[in-house]
């Protein structure tokens, strides 16, 4: 069985409002995927339907193959936290892993093992009305890990988190993925995938927007810029353009210089004994990537809401 | 991008697919609610609490002899019957010149039976007022026969083995059959003789709330002549058995006189069903009008908390299939309901036993088929409650309407029933889920709306409509 999610041409209304609209993504394994969008824009819509929860209207997403509701072992093929708080607050901890051991048939020893994995060893006997925000998010991802699934996925992870679990759960699901595991993790803030997704599947209002690997979509954003910082602007300006750069003066001493890369730049500039104070190739953020990918769907969302109005 | 090998999971299933590792899942999950193994705690201590307050408060009130075995209970053996011995096959002749008060359905003729014992088997023909001639048995009502013939008239009972034959003629020679009836194990040597008996008047007052049964005894009187046995028993005595002693045992209303061959009969008292017999086992019981509020909020909040919390979706994750997850609930909160139901009713019955003798009472036979019936249905009530409460949970989603709901179809007609017409509230107990409380009936009273089985059968339909809803709404619904 292979591990993976299969999302194909998924589809889900609820009556005139289309919450996710023919979208299409695999999550491969081997590596973190992030799946983003702003609050809205049918995550966990999708995420629901990947789990067999809510009926797709059209479309199908399948887990190595199968749909959902066909597993017979669920938690041993896919992983899930959807409501880090959707425990009974009466409930132990280890008693809230242990029932759900025991409808899948695991060994009792899984349950001792995610506690330890998950960090619950001291908080297990504890019922999980008192525990903390922290707390929960590291129950259900050890109710996630309870099946020693080749797939997870985790819906907003690290929300509400202190930077220490932030890093605790990016450190986690890195490890995971590289086991070989396909890990699907949403959040509708970029920043928090920034060193933590491979892999990005962005939506917006139910459509994809984009399905790219991290990388790319930085080097893409980043658009082979260099910032100059130069004395002598207007000629240095001449120089680079003359050498085929799309160049603009983007302060009284600083240069934008676009389609040559920052060692030519040098080189031109040298070789006309043009000096200059600084040079930088610009990078742009996932943040500032993710902006500029959203923009249009944002635009559209706000003209949609005029309308519904 | 890295090509890697997926990862495979170390884990491996126990048992494959078992529906047994759901059981114990769902049971996990009840257990480990702290408050709602008190509530099903709470559910018994209310019963038996209720059984002991209604032990406390009843005191034995005279007639009935202080049996509280429920075939006993129902079968009224009084009258004034004036008999000789009869040996082998044979018969009895007279002629019931006249009779004198009781209404219709006074009672005066001839009985046959193998002891005169209360409540052992007979056969009986009798002329009445107002219901024509009758051969009656089994302490039932109605029985062959009918008509409109009255007092004066010959009637003749014969025995052959087991069977007894009755024959009614005007002038004792054009007899005409009016019907036979098999009394199993009547003894070689059994008894013949002349009877009368009488239904006591009775009122029934019914309000909302309660109904009041107010009895006024009758007394009949009937006067006989040309009374033969035969094989006659040269020197057999006329022996009596009237009242059975205490006030009603006054010679006013209950003797014999006569002389010459003609015979006056009084008495007082009915030979038939006691469609007015207090069910004690019942009463001791009905803490389950109380214990069930607390099974039917547990059984609700096993559904309704996980839809509260969304916790739903996480039993959704781990068990995809809606059906066999509706099962595995509906069956551990019938089996935590039967249970609870178990010690709460043996408890009741066993805890109530020492103060009703203390009151004068004798309790219920526990091992009397009837009684035990009641006393198992009384847990298998609150089990097929508990199922009927998971399906409305579902289908409600919400604890407060599934909860109301469930006690409303429970509570309202038993309550209302009281204020209909006997009629009406009939079909209303019949119709709707209380049917399912016909199960503690141990005795056939007046009002009886549904025997015990069927009462039980209506509830068990309700709660498998509901299954079938909320399965269909399960699997259709968006969790």
């Given at each position: 069985?292979e591990?993976?999610?299969e999302?194909r041409a ?5 009556g005139?409002?289309?919450?996710v609209?023919?979208?299409s993504?695999t ?15 049918g995550?966990s819509?999708?995420?629901?339907m990947?789990?067999?929860l ?12 199968k749909?959902?509701r066909?597993?017979r ?5 896919i ?8 425990v009974h607050?009466a409930?132990?901890?280890?008693d809230?892993?242990r029932?759900l051991?025991?409808?899948n048939?695991l060994?009792a020893r ?7 994995l998950?960090?619950?060893a001291?908080a297990?006997?504890r019922r999980?009305?008192g ?7 590291r ?10 699934p080749p797939?997870?996925?985790?819906d907003?992870?690290?929300?509400g988190l202190?930077?220490e679990?932030?890093t ?7 490890s995971?993925?590289a ?5 699907l993790?949403s ?13 990005l ?6 459509r994809?927007?984009?399905?790219t690997a ?5 080097k893409a954003?980043?658009g082979?810029?260099?910032?100059l910082r130069t ?7 001449a120089?680079l ?13 600083e240069?934008?210089v676009?389609?040559?890369?920052a060692?030519r730049v040098?080189a031109?500039l040298n070789?006309?004994?043009v000096?200059?104070?600084g040079i930088?190739?610009?990078?742009a ?7 500029e990918?959203?923009?249009d ?13 | 991008?890295t090509v890697?090998?997926?990862?495979r999971s170390?884990v491996?299933?126990?048992?494959r ?8 899942a ?9 408050r709602?193994?008190?509530?099903l705690?709470a559910?018994?201590?209310?019963m ?7 032990a406390a408060g ?14 006993r209970l ?6 004034h019957?004036?008999?000789?011995p009869?040996a082998?096959?044979g018969?009895i002749i007279?002629?019931v ?13 001839l009985?046959i039976?193998?002891s ?8 009986a023909?009798?002329v ?7 051969l ?5 009502n ?5 008509g409109?013939?009255?007092a004066p008239?010959?009637l003749?009972?014969?025995?052959s083995?087991?069977?007894v034959?009755g ?6 020679r054009a007899?005409?059959?009016v ?10 040597n ?9 239904p ?6 019914r309000?909302f ?6 009895g ?7 006067r006989?002549?040309?009374v033969?046995?035969s094989?006659?028993q040269?020197?057999?005595?006329w ?5 059975p002693?205490?006030p ?5 209303v ?7 061959g003609t ?5 007082t ?12 086992t019942k ?5 389950v009008?109380i214990?069930?509020a ?12 996980e839809?509260r919390?969304?916790m739903l979706r996480?039993?959704?994750?781990a068990?995809?299939?809606r ?6 609930k509906?069956?551990v909160?019938?089996l ?5 139901g ?8 066993l ?7 203390s ?6 036979p526990?091992?009397?088929g009837t ?7 009384t847990?298998?009530?609150?089990a ?14 919400r604890s ?5 709901i469930?006690?409303?179809l429970?509570?309202?007609?038993q309550?209302?029933?009281?204020g209909?017409?006997l ?5 209303l ?11 503690q009936?141990?005795?056939?009273r007046?009002?009886?709306?549904i025997v ?10 309700y ?7 909320a ?8 969790a």
């Open positions: 069985m591990a993976t999610i999302v998924l589809r889900k209304t609820y005139p409002t289309v919450a609209d023919d979208l993504f999550v491969a394994p081997g590596q973190v995927t992030g799946f983003v969008g702003p609050n809205g824009a995550k819509t999708t995420m629901r990947i789990m067999g809510d009926r797709p209207d059209g479309g199908s997403a399948l887990i190595g193959g749909p959902y066909s597993l072992a669920p938690l041993c093929r992983g899930a936290m959807l409501d880090a708080s959707a607050p409930r132990r901890a280890r809230h892993l029932w051991a025991q409808a048939g060994p899984r349950v001792d093992e995610v506690i330890d998950a960090g619950l001291s297990a006997g999980a009305g525990f903390s925000l922290g707390m929960r998010q129950l259900g991802i050890a109710a996630a890990l309870l099946g020693d797939v997870l996925m985790f907003e992870p690290v929300n202190d930077p679990g932030i605790w759960i990016r450190a986690l699901l890195r995971l993925a086991e070989g595991r396909a890990v993790m959040s509708h803030l970029m920043s928090e995938l920034e060193g933590g997704a491979d892999h599947v962005v939506i917006g209002r139910g994809l927007i984009a399905d991290v990388g790319e979509l930085l954003a980043s082979d810029r260099v910032e004395a002598q602007r207007q000629d240095a300006m120089v353009a003359r050498a085929g750069a799309t160049v603009s003066a983007s302060g009284p001493d240069v934008t676009a389609g040559l890369t060692e040098i031109a070789g006309a004994g000096g200059f104070t930088s190739e610009h990078r953020t996932l943040e500032e990537a993710y902006m990918l959203t923009r769907a944002v635009e559209f969302q706000g003209v949609a809401g005029r309308e519904a109005r | 991008m890697m090998a997926p990862y170390t491996e299933p126990e048992a697919d078992g529906f047994g590792r759901l059981l114990l769902e049971w996990t999950k009840l257990r480990t609610v702290p709602w193994m008190l509530t705690l559910s018994v201590v209310l038996v609490l209720v059984a002991l307050l209604s009843s005191e034995s009130t005279g007639q009935g002899g202080g049996s509280s075995d429920p075939a129902q079968k009224i053996d009084l009258g019957y004036t008999y000789q009869l082998g096959d018969e007279a002629r010149t006249a009779q004198r008060g009781g209404g219709a359905w006074a009672k005066a003729g009985m039976r193998g005169v014992e209360r409540a052992t088997p007979y056969a023909l009798m009445t007022p107002g219901h024509g001639v009758r009656q048995t089994g302490y039932e109605g029985g062959a026969g009918g409109t013939a009255k008239r010959w003749k009972l014969t025995r083995g087991t069977a034959t024959y009614e003629s005007p002038d004792g007899w005409q059959r019907g036979s009836v098999r009394l199993d194990k009547l003894p070689e059994a008894m013949a003789g002349m009877f009368v008996a009488v006591d008047e009775v009122e029934v007052q309000q709330g309660g109904e009041s049964v107010s006024n005894p009758a007394d009949t009187g009937a006989f002549d040309q033969s046995v094989p006659a040269p020197g057999a005595a022996r009596d058995r009237g009242a002693g205490g009603a045992a006054d010679p006013g209950d003797g014999r006189t006569g002389s010459d015979f006056t009969l009084k008495g008292g009915d030979i038939g069903p006691n469609e007015f017999a207090d069910d004690s009463t001791t019981l009905t803490g009008l214990g069930q607390a099974i039917v909020a547990l059984a609700v909040l096993m559904v309704t908390a839809y919390r969304g996480t039993t959704l994750a068990s995809p299939r059906g066999r997850l509706l099962a595995a509906a069956i909160a019938g935590a309901a039967l249970a609870a178990l010690v709460a009713s043996f408890g009741s019955m805890l109530a036993a020492p103060m009703q003798r009151n004068g009472l004798e309790p219920p526990l091992m009397d009684v035990l019936r009641a006393v198992l249905g847990a298998a009530l609150l097929v409650i508990a199922v009927f409460s998971v399906a409305v949970a579902v289908i409600v989603r407060a309407p599934a909860i109301t469930v006690l409303l429970l509570l309202v007609p309550i209302i029933a009281t209909l017409p009629s009406v509230a009939r079909w107990d019949r119709l709707t889920p209380a049917a399912g409380f016909a199960i009936e141990t005795v056939t007046f009002d009886q709306a015990p089985w069927a009462g039980f059968g209506v509830l068990c339909a709660a498998l409509a509901a299954l079938a809803a399965y269909w709404l399960l699997r259709r619904r968006d």
